[in-house]
C-alpha cells in the first residue's frame, strides 16, 4: 500500500525568513547537508523513473508518459541535465495530433494492457482519433492536459542555452506548442468568451475535484462491470475517486471516443482558471521563444494580456476573493472554492486588487497557510466535501503549492513565499516524495517517489544557485548508481538567467488522470 504514517518532522519557523525579491531569492533556511541530501534523494527518484526517452510519475501507479507531469518533470530535470529535460518534452511532442493537441498519455507499448485503466485499448487513438490527425504508430489517449508545456521549454532552455542552440531545441518544439496553443484557443472556446474549456475532468488535472460535482451529476454513468480500476491495486481506495466517479469519468471518454474525438459535442465543459492560467503563463513564454528565434513576440504577449483580461472577467468573483469555474453549459460560475481558484497568482498582468485578494485567500480560513495548513490544500478546508486524503478533494500537492509559491514571489510576497518553500522542501523529503499529502500533517498518501514532487523539489533547491553557482553537497550531478555523470560540454552548467522573471512573463526589467 503507497502510504506512510504520520510525519515526525517539524513545522517550518515561519517566522525566521529573510526576505528577498522574486529575482533573487532568500538563501535556504536548512543546513548544507540537509540541503545536499534532500536534492540527492530528488534526483535518485527521477533516475529510477527514468525508461530511456521519458520519465514516469510513479513506477507502479502511472507507467506510461503524462503531459503535465513531462512539463513540471523537464523543469526539475533542466538541473541535472537538460539534454534529458529537453528529451522529455520531445518525446512527449513526438505524440501530437495532427489537430495541435497533446494528448494526456503516450502509452509505452512495453507495459502490459492490465497494468493501467484506461489503458490503449480503451483509447483507440490511432482509429477513433484518426480523423483528429492521431498517431498511426505511437498510441495515446484522446483527450488532454493543462498546457504547461511552453513554460517548460522556454526555462529548459535557459538552463543551457548553448545546448539548445545547437540542438536546435527551441526551433523544433516552438512550431509544434504554437500548434498546441492553436487547439487551444480555437477548438476548445466552447464558452465563446475566449477562454478554454476542458472537456472531461482529467483534463484539468484535478480529476476529482469537488468543482466537477455539479456538471458531472448530468452524466450518466457507465456501469461498473464495464471497466476494472486498475489504481486500486496500487493505491489506498479511502486515498482515490469513488466507483461512481469513475463510471461518470468513463462515459464521457467512451463518449468523446465513439464521437470521433470532436470537440463542442458532449454534455461537460468547463473554463477552469488554473489551466488557463497555465495557457497564458505559456502564450508569455511562447513570446519569449519567439524573440529567441528572432520573431518579435509581440502578437503573442498582447494575447496573454487579452486572455488575462478576460480571465478576470468571466472567473473572477470579487465578493469571494478568488476565481471560480464556468460551466458553459449553463453559462454559470461552479462556487465551489479550488486551489485551481487561487493559481492565477502566477500571472504578472493581473489587476493588483485581484493580487492582494489572491493573497488575503490563500492564507484565510479556507486553505489555511500559515495558520492550519503546511501546504495549501486542493479544496476549502470548509466545504462540505473537502476530505484531507482523497485526491483532489482536500489534500495538499507539490505541483499546486509550487505554482503558489512563484506566484507569491512574483507579486513581491516573499515572506509568504520563502515560508511556503520552506514547508515544501521539508514535506517533500520527510514524506518520500509523496504524490500528495494530507495538508494539516503532511501525512503521505497516493504513490511515493512521485516523479513531479521530486522534479519541483530540486527546482526550489536550485532557487539559491541559479544566479550563483553554489552546488548541492554530495551527490549532485550523480547517477542513481553512483557514478559520476559526465557532461558534454554544455551539459550540468547554471547560466543565471533570472528563470522566475522569464516563466512568468515578466521582461526582463521586471491521477488517476485517466
Do not use: G, K, M, Q
Given at each position: 500500500m503507497d502510504r506512510t504514517t504520520q510525519l515526525t518532522a517539524r513545522r517550518p519557523d515561519r517566522g525566521a525568513h529573510v526576505g528577498g525579491d522574486v529575482y533573487d531569492p532568500a538563501a535556504p533556511t536548512a543546513p548544507t547537508a540537509s540541503s545536499g541530501s534532500l536534492h540527492r534523494a530528488a534526483a535518485e527518484v527521477l533516475a529510477d523513473n527514468w525508461t530511456g526517452r521519458s520519465t514516469v510519475p510513479s513506477r507502479k501507479l502511472y507507467p506510461h508518459q503524462w503531459s503535465w507531469d513531462s512539463a513540471f518533470i523537464a523543469i526539475g530535470l533542466r538541473h541535472l541535465s537538460p539534454l534529458r529535460a529537453q528529451t522529455e518534452l520531445e518525446t512527449l511532442l513526438a505524440a501530437q495530433w495532427g489537430d495541435g493537441r497533446i494528448p494526456h498519455i503516450v502509452f509505452n507499448p512495453s507495459v502490459p494492457l492490465d497494468a493501467y485503466f484506461p489503458s490503449p485499448d480503451f483509447w483507440r487513438s490511432s482509429t477513433a482519433g484518426r480523423g483528429a490527425g492521431a498517431p498511426r504508430t505511437t498510441q495515446t489517449s484522446g483527450i488532454v492536459q493543462p498546457p504547461v508545456h511552453a513554460l517548460a521549454a522556454w526555462l529548459v532552455h535557459r538552463a543551457d542555452p548553448g545546448l539548445s542552440r545547437a540542438r536546435g531545441f527551441l526551433?523544433?518544439?516552438?512550431?509544434?506548442?504554437?500548434?498546441?496553443?492553436?487547439?487551444?484557443l480555437h477548438r476548445r472556446d466552447l464558452g465563446g468568451g475566449g477562454l478554454a474549456s476542458v472537456v472531461h475532468p482529467w483534463e484539468q488535472g484535478m480529476d476529482n475535484s469537488p468543482t466537477w460535482d455539479a456538471p458531472l451529476a448530468r452524466i450518466t454513468p457507465a456501469p461498473a462491470r464495464s471497466f476494472r480500476r486498475a489504481d486500486l491495486d496500487h493505491g489506498a481506495a479511502e486515498d482515490r475517486p469513488t466507483d461512481l466517479d469513475y463510471g461518470r469519468y468513463v462515459r464521457l471518454a467512451v463518449d468523446y471516443r465513439d464521437a470521433g474525438y470532436a470537440d463542442g459535442q458532449g454534455e461537460f465543459a468547463v473554463e477552469d482558471p488554473a489551466f488557463n492560467a497555465l495557457l497564458i503563463a505559456s502564450e508569455h513564454a511562447l513570446a519569449r521563444i519567439a524573440k529567441e528565434l528572432g520573431a518579435p513576440g509581440t502578437a503573442r504577449q498582447a494575447?496573454?494580456?487579452?486572455?488575462?483580461?478576460?480571465?478576470?472577467?468571466?472567473?473572477?468573483?470579487p465578493a469571494e476573493g478568488m476565481f471560480f469555474c464556468r460551466d458553459a453549459t449553463t453559462d454559470a460560475l461552479v462556487p465551489e472554492r479550488s486551489v485551481s481558484g487561487l493559481l492565477p497568482l502566477l500571472l504578472p498582468g493581473l489587476p493588483r486588487d485581484v493580487v492582494a485578494a489572491l493573497v488575503r485567500t490563500v492564507h484565510g480560513p479556507h486553505f489555511g497557510l500559515g495558520d492550519a495548513t503546511r501546504l495549501v490544500p486542493s479544496y476549502d478546508l470548509t466545504g462540505e466535501a473537502f476530505d484531507p486524503h482523497r485526491y483532489w478533494r482536500g489534500p495538499a500537492w507539490f505541483n499546486t503549492n509550487w505554482m503558489l509559491e512563484r506566484g507569491l514571489r512574483l507579486h513581491g510576497e516573499s515572506g509568504r513565499a520563502d515560508a511556503l518553500r520552506a514547508a515544501l522542501l521539508e514535506t517533500a523529503g520527510a514524506s518520500g516524495f509523496a504524490e500528495y499529502v494530507d495538508p494539516y500533517t503532511g501525512e503521505a498518501c497516493g504513490a511515493l517517489a512521485f516523479s513531479w514532487t521530486a522534479a519541483l523539489t530540486l527546482d526550489l533547491l536550485h532557487q539559491d544557485d541559479q544566479d550563483h553557482g553554489h552546488d548541492h553537497g554530495p551527490g549532485h550531478g550523480r547517477h542513481h548508481d553512483g557514478h559520476e555523470q559526465h557532461h558534454g560540454p554544455h551539459e550540468g552548467r547554471h547560466h543565471g538567467h533570472h528563470d522566475n522573471e522569464v516563466v512568468f512573463g515578466m521582461s526582463d526589467q521586471g491521477g488517476d488522470r485517466g
Open positions: 526551433s523544433r518544439v516552438y512550431p509544434r506548442l504554437a500548434a498546441w496553443h492553436r487547439y487551444l494575447r496573454a494580456e487579452r486572455l488575462t483580461a478576460a480571465l478576470v472577467e468571466r472567473l473572477w468573483d
